[in-house]
């Protein structure tokens, strides 16, 4: 069918974001080309050189016209993340590790998901939904089936066809033991001693051997879903941090809530559940078809006289394993047809119970403060009745499912007897016949009913399958908005001559199009310590946003340097989990300094009531006051010496003192970086060159002042001779 529902609500906007890679917090950046390490900022350290020297100098470069994000050293080179990572990890979890690092090149490639086309008009509600199912599963397949494709993992094929020839075996192992049940019930019902015990000798190796390939079975399985997890986390978890996408979701419409449950649960039973179907249909169907000829060759036909009329079934046997599992998994597929959808509804109340406990955690000592508990408990207790309601939906169609599953588990064994009774009686069936006649049906009715035993479980599945597809679509949504034209987006580029950085005709939107900052020129030159002022609201952190690359939305250019690192530190900065070395080093690794320069960046941004706990892996994002984060957010500063520095409100959690002495710091150690603050304390424009104030006003907001704070010979404002013409 062309007409295809979106896998999730459309996002309101197609995004668009430039190429980088950015950590949480602050990030370091660079422009279209990897330069030598001999471009340095200014205030250089006597360390540089040596760092330089053990630093990999096969960066690849960027594209052009990006802006590329990342930590970098003091030599003005992005250090070699893969590398770095692989040195500061320890040697003890190698073999998990090894897993991840086998599938996760393969997995950055993939075949293009599929278009997506609006639904037909004509189309029902529901039609319109089933629709959009069979379309995320689609989008699903699409991703995951790379896993055996070109770009999958190398062992992919290996593994399953492995499997396979596992199972055959066992269905061998199955048929040889059907074949001793029947031996051996002839033999005591012939009472023969030595063929008794002969039969009970060979037993053993028999169950040890069906035994040892179920184990083999168990193996193979685990280790393809663990492979196959491994490969698709990572081809989800990299388009998800590239791009600033993981950002970009919070600000787009669309079905992606709870990115991380969806990664993290939904994907694992995303992929654990289709190679135990494939297992157990596999091993039905083998199963099925070989037990299918021992009932045809045992039970043979049966002849039935009613009122002088004779009817003869032919394979009777067959004929009543087929039509009783026919019976079965109908009345499975018609109660739990609600199944899927009660286990989607369950999975997202789950995500969001999650969510809310999260949050608590997180914000403890707010909530601590403020005495809101009572509150607290409140939404708690309302997340937690949606998971309890979506539970007891569950629960009716658990015990509406195992009325048919627990009914057929006790009537399938006692059928085969009861219908070989007659024949017994009679004298044309040995006890050992119907011994293995009743082993062989039970085979046959576990394989044609294994829908009934796993219809909730693929219930869940699909569920679970189409919350990941959902997110998956909502990342394809952001991806086409990078390359396609029909949403406005900012353009990225090179600065011409000496400027630093520039904001050409830039309007910064809303996803819907509404701007926040219209039609901004401003040229900051190098060196230049420009203030960036406003009322709340008036779109301050959103231009700094759209300055790093994480706001693609609106039109006008922005223009970086081409030979200079920029460094972002937002109001309320980033700490990782693990030591207080790698917080203080991030987006960079851990040893990418040494911990001695780790302690004196400390010192100097004071806490050096720190520096002895370097390497203690503490809850740093809960030890740590605002203030101290900020100061922290400093010393990484320090340690990257950018070109560029932006300040989103990074001092707003110090004191008037502390800020000052921050300030003062910041110019000593980085006197040629080039500074863009935004802040609302009047007390840092002793620390500026230059003001410009954001008024906010119908249509976006508008530069409207454009002060000198320290007059600059030569320098013409740019702002101020475009100004007169705007107010015009």
Same mark, same amino acid.
């Given at each position: ?7 999730? #609500? ?9 190429? *980088? ?33 053990? #630093? ?26 893969? %590398? %770095? ?8 979890? #190698? ?104 039969? %009970? ?10 035994? &040892? ?70 091993? &039905? ?21 009613? =009122? ?6 032919? =394979?009777?046997?067959?004929?009543? &394993? ?29 995500? /969001?119970?999650r969510y809310v406990l999260t949050r608590v955690r997180e914000n403890g000592e707010s909530i601590a403060l403020l005495g809101g508990e009572d509150e607290e408990r409140e939404g708690i207790d309302k997340s937690l009745r949606k998971v309890l309601k979506q ?5 009716? *169609? ?8 627990? =009914? ?30 009743? %082993? ?53 580029? /090179? ?32 060196? /230049? ?74 010192? #100097? ?44 409100? &990074? ?38 060159s230059r003001k410009i104030v954001l008024e906010r006003r119908k249509g976006g907001a508008k530069l409207v002042r454009d002060i000198d704070l320290v007059p600059r010979k030569g320098k013409g404002r740019l702002l101020g001779r475009w100004l007169p013409r705007?107010?015009?």
């Amino acid at each position: 069918m062309a007409n295809v529902k979106s896998a999730t #609500k459309k996002p309101a906007v197609k995004a668009r974001s430039h190429a *980088q890679s950015s950590g949480r917090g602050s990030a370091t950046s660079k422009s279209t080309e990897a330069k030598s390490s001999e471009t340095k900022s200014s205030n250089p350290r006597p360390s540089d050189a040596k760092r330089s020297e053990t #630093k990999p100098s096969g960066a690849k470069a960027p594209d052009k016209n990006a802006v590329r994000f990342g930590p970098a050293t003091k030599s003005g080179k992005p250090p070699d993340k893969t %590398s %770095s990572r692989k040195d500061s990890k320890k040697s003890g979890d #190698k073999s998990a590790k090894g897993t991840v690092a086998d599938v996760a090149e393969s997995a950055k490639i993939e075949p293009p998901p599929p278009e997506v086309a609006e639904p037909d008009e004509a189309m029902s509600p529901e039609e319109a939904e089933q629709a959009r199912k069979r379309y995320l599963l689609k989008r699903f397949w699409v991703t995951a089936r790379g896993f055996w494709g070109k770009s999958g993992d190398r062992i992919a094929w290996i593994a399953s066809i492995g499997l396979l020839l596992l199972i055959i075996l066992h269905v061998v192992a199955q048929y040889g033991i059907n074949v001793w049940n029947r031996n051996i019930f002839d033999a005591i019902e012939k009472r023969d001693s030595t063929t008794v015990l002969w039969l %009970s000798a060979v037993f053993f190796p028999l169950a040890f051997t069906s035994v &040892a390939l179920s184990v083999a079975q168990v193996y193979a399985r685990m280790g393809i879903q663990r492979r196959w997890r491994a490969w698709l986390t990572d081809n989800v978890v990299s388009r998800w941090l590239s791009h600033g996408r993981y950002y970009q979701l919070n600000l787009v419409a669309g079905d992606h809530k709870n990115p991380e449950y969806r990664i993290a649960e939904d994907l694992r039973i995303a992929t654990d559940a289709p190679v135990d179907f494939m297992a157990g249909v596999t091993s &039905a169907l083998l199963s099925a078809a070989t037990f299918i000829a021992v009932l045809w060759t045992i039970g043979g036909a049966l002849t039935v006289s009613y =009122g002088g009329t004779t009817l003869t079934i032919p =394979g009777f046997l067959v004929v009543a &394993a087929i039509a009783y599992a026919a019976v079965a998994s109908s009345a499975i597929a018609v109660i739990g047809r609600r199944f899927a959808a009660i286990s989607e509804g369950r999975n997202q109340a789950e995500a /969001e119970y999650r969510y809310v406990l999260t949050r608590v955690r997180e914000n403890g000592e707010s909530i601590a403060l403020l005495g809101g508990e009572d509150e607290e408990r409140e939404g708690i207790d309302k997340s937690l009745r949606k998971v309890l309601k979506q539970w007891a939906l569950l629960c009716g *169609q658990h015990m509406r499912t195992t009325i048919v599953s627990q =009914g057929s588990s006790i009537v399938a064994p006692v059928v085969p007897v009861l219908l070989c009774a007659p024949k017994f009686l009679e004298g044309s069936m040995s006890l050992g016949q119907v011994m293995q006649a009743a %082993s062989a049906f039970t085979i046959v009715q576990s394989a044609f009913g294994w829908l009934v035993d796993n219809y909730p479980r693929l219930a869940d599945w699909n569920a679970c399958a189409r919350r990941i597809a959902s997110l998956m679509m909502s990342i394809d949504e952001l991806e086409r908005a990078e390359t396609g034209d029909d949403i406005g987006r900012i353009s990225r580029g /090179e600065t011409a001559g000496d400027a630093m950085l520039s904001l050409n005709d830039l309007t910064v939107t809303l996803g819907d199009g509404t701007a926040v900052v219209d039609q901004t020129e401003v040229q900051i030159e190098p060196g /230049e310590r420009l203030l960036v002022a406003g009322d709340s609201g008036s779109g301050k952190s959103t231009l700094v946003r759209a300055i790093s690359g994480l706001w693609p939305w609106g039109s006008g250019r922005i223009d970086i340097h081409p030979d200079r690192r920029l460094f972002m530190l937002p109001q309320r900065p980033y700490v990782p989990s693990g030591t207080l070395r790698r917080a203080t080093a991030y987006p960079g690794a851990a040893d990418d300094w040494t911990a001695e320069e780790i302690k004196e960046v400390l010192d #100097k941004v004071g806490l050096v009531h720190l520096k002895d706990k370097i390497e203690d892996e503490t809850p740093w994002h809960q030890t740590l006051s605002g203030g101290e984060k900020q100061r922290l957010a400093f010393a990484r500063l320090f340690l990257h010496n950018p070109d560029i520095i932006v300040l989103d409100e &990074a001092t707003s959690a110090l004191d008037a003192k502390s800020q000052d002495k921050m300030m003062e710091l910041v110019i000593k150690e980085l006197p040629g970086a080039t500074l863009v603050s935004v802040a609302h304390r009047a007390e840092l424009e002793a620390f500026h060159s230059r003001k410009i104030v954001l008024e906010r006003r119908k249509g976006g907001a508008k530069l409207v002042r454009d002060i000198d704070l320290v007059p600059r010979k030569g320098k013409g404002r740019l702002l101020g001779r475009w100004l007169p013409r705007r107010r015009a």
